[in-house]
């Protein structure tokens, strides 16, 4: 069974949803699962979650300072104001045009919403923030009476009462709204909050010594005016953007023995990626992608780029945190040597220095065959965790025997669990025997996804920008919590929560 805290006012537009947004987020990063809850809320502000159903912006806030997911559960119904209309959604979809006066006739409708959705939420949290409905007492009855002081005492609710001192009736309207309060309302009130408040040593502490002595209430924070609009998703995406590259660059090492160009083409189908074939190495500089490909004559191209200064290149922009990919030769080029017992592309038994970046020795064999191969990601690096399980297919040109050291991080094993892929220890070197590596459309995706990140490459991905928004606003939650709690009393507002100072 949850803790229940309900949120009211003495008047409209007291701060009831921002002090319920916060008290969520303290809740939260206390470690307490929490929901917010209000029943009915009446509003312009509307959120679109799914696509298709309807919420208030304010539920929609607090349920993401809470860390869970938006759903009709916080916001069971809602009339949406539209002008002279108003609108009933019931668990997110349109209902009925309704006029306040008859809100009573929903009443069926509203007992049957709480029963079904209440229970569970108090089932699943710790803790329910519920917000009550404009003011919560006057001296006429409103059609929404039943959303506050009914509803506290309903669900068991601890309340907490918020006052908006910048309206110059504030204190004689709080004072008043606790003399029309019945005694089991009173009882439950567990103490006040002034916001927008500004310091007066007149009329306010007037009042406020008579609402302590006579009601028996305390202040539990004096809350200035604080600016806490959220903006809008496409504003701060904008911001995302604003510093972010339009391409990445892929540099692929044009040898004289390139061979296996077919095992690029589908790079060049993917967005803001762009591939150069390098013939010199000042065109290394700007490409956070150096890919060495497969040869027709390994040792022969490899020599070639020792004599242009490639090679070299390649290691300074490997220093500089640019990330490099070996595939077939280009992976035994990587490699610490290759040795060719045979004399097949050199002299006899000849042992030929590689770049070095992978802790690998290449032997070549007089046995040559084409396996195909279908295999998966496996690693233990945190950037490619994304990666881990995805599938990858292609073949292999088997010309060699090779040996791993075990200081060597597996990349990609096959269907036998044979390593056919290893990577550095930061990730940003890779080799593998595996051409047709990037036919594979979801490895392909997911990996060009990740480079781009760390290359600071703009992703039009839907996903990418929601989490870049939920991060945005977790963080101004955050900063709103701290403005918001050293103006607190937070002894008193731990006891009221039940939370251990």
């Known amino acids: 069974m949850s803790k229940n805290i309900m949120i009211l006012s003495n008047s409209e537009g007291g701060g009831k949803?921002?002090?319920?947004?916060?008290?969520?987020?303290?809740?939260?990063?206390?470690?307490?699962?929490?929901s917010p809850f209000k029943l009915l809320n009446i509003t312009k502000k509307i959120e679109t979650i799914n696509g298709m159903e309807v919420i208030s912006k304010a539920q929609a806030l607090q349920a993401e300072a809470s860390d869970i997911q938006v759903t009709t559960k916080v916001n069971p119904a809602l009339v949406k104001l539209l002008g002279d209309n108003?609108?009933?959604?019931?668990?997110g979809k349109f209902y009925r045009d309704i006029e306040y006066s008859l809100l009573k006739e929903c009443g069926q409708e509203f007992e049957e919403l709480f029963n079904t959705v209440f229970e569970n939420l108090e089932s699943e949290y710790d803790y329910i923030v519920l917000e009550g409905e404009g003011a919560c007492k006057c001296m006429q009855n409103k059609?929404?009476?039943?959303?506050?002081?009914?509803?506290?005492?309903?669900?068991?609710?601890?309340?907490?009462?918020?006052?908006?001192?910048?309206?110059?009736?504030?204190?004689?309207?709080?004072?008043?709204?606790l003399k029309l309060l019945e005694k089991d309302e009173l009882e439950i009130i567990r103490g006040i909050f002034l916001n927008k408040y500004i310091?007066?040593?007149g009329d306010h502490n007037i009042f406020l010594n008579r609402i302590s002595d006579e009601f028996g209430l305390n202040i539990i924070g004096n809350i200035p005016e604080m600016n806490y609009d959220i903006e809008k998703q496409r504003v701060v995406n904008e911001r995302f953007y604003f510093d972010k590259k339009t391409i990445l660059e892929i540099g692929i090492i044009n040898f004289p023995g390139i061979s296996k160009k077919t095992d690029f083409y589908p790079l060049e189908k993917e967005d803001n990626v762009k591939i150069t074939y390098i013939n010199d190495k000042d065109q290394l500089s700007d490409k956070d992608i150096i890919i060495i490909p497969g040869s027709r004559n390994t040792l022969s191209d490899l020599e070639y780029i020792k004599d242009k200064g490639i090679l070299d290149e390649i290691i300074r922009q490997k220093n500089r945190g640019k990330f490099i990919l070996g595939v077939g030769s280009g992976f035994q080029m990587l490699g610490k040597t290759i040795n060719d017992i045979y004399g097949l592309e050199g002299e006899k038994d000849e042992t030929v220095e590689g770049i070095n970046l992978l802790p690998i020795d290449t032997i070549f064999t007089l046995n040559k065959k084409t396996v195909v191969t279908k295999g998966q990601i496996v690693n233990s690096i945190d950037i490619y965790s994304d990666l881990i399980?995805?599938?990858v297919y292609g073949y292999e040109l088997i010309n060699c025997e090779y040996k791993i050291n075990e200081a060597a991080i597996p990349f990609i094993v096959d269907g036998y669990n044979n390593i056919i892929g290893i990577m550095d220890d930061s990730g940003y070197v890779i080799g593998t025997y595996l051409h047709g590596l990037f036919e594979s459309d979801e490895f392909r995706k997911a990996f060009l996804e990740i480079l781009k990140i760390k290359f600071n490459v703009i992703l039009k991905n839907q996903t990418i920008e929601n989490k870049f928004y939920s991060k945005y606003k977790k963080s101004k939650f955050d900063l709103l919590l701290n403005d918001f709690l050293i103006n607190v009393d937070v002894d008193k507002l731990n006891s009221i929560l039940g939370l251990k100072c």
């Open 143 to 177: 059609p929404w009476d039943f959303l506050n002081f009914e509803m506290a005492k309903r669900t068991n609710s601890d309340v907490i009462l918020i006052v908006d001192c910048s309206k110059e009736d504030a204190f004689p309207s709080l004072y008043g709204t």
């Open 389 to 391: 399980g995805k599938k």
């Open 17 to 34: 949803s921002f002090l319920a947004t916060i008290i969520c987020r303290y809740l939260t990063v206390n470690n307490k699962k929490v």
């Open 199 to 201: 310091e007066n040593e």
């Open 86 to 91: 108003k609108k009933l959604y019931i668990d």
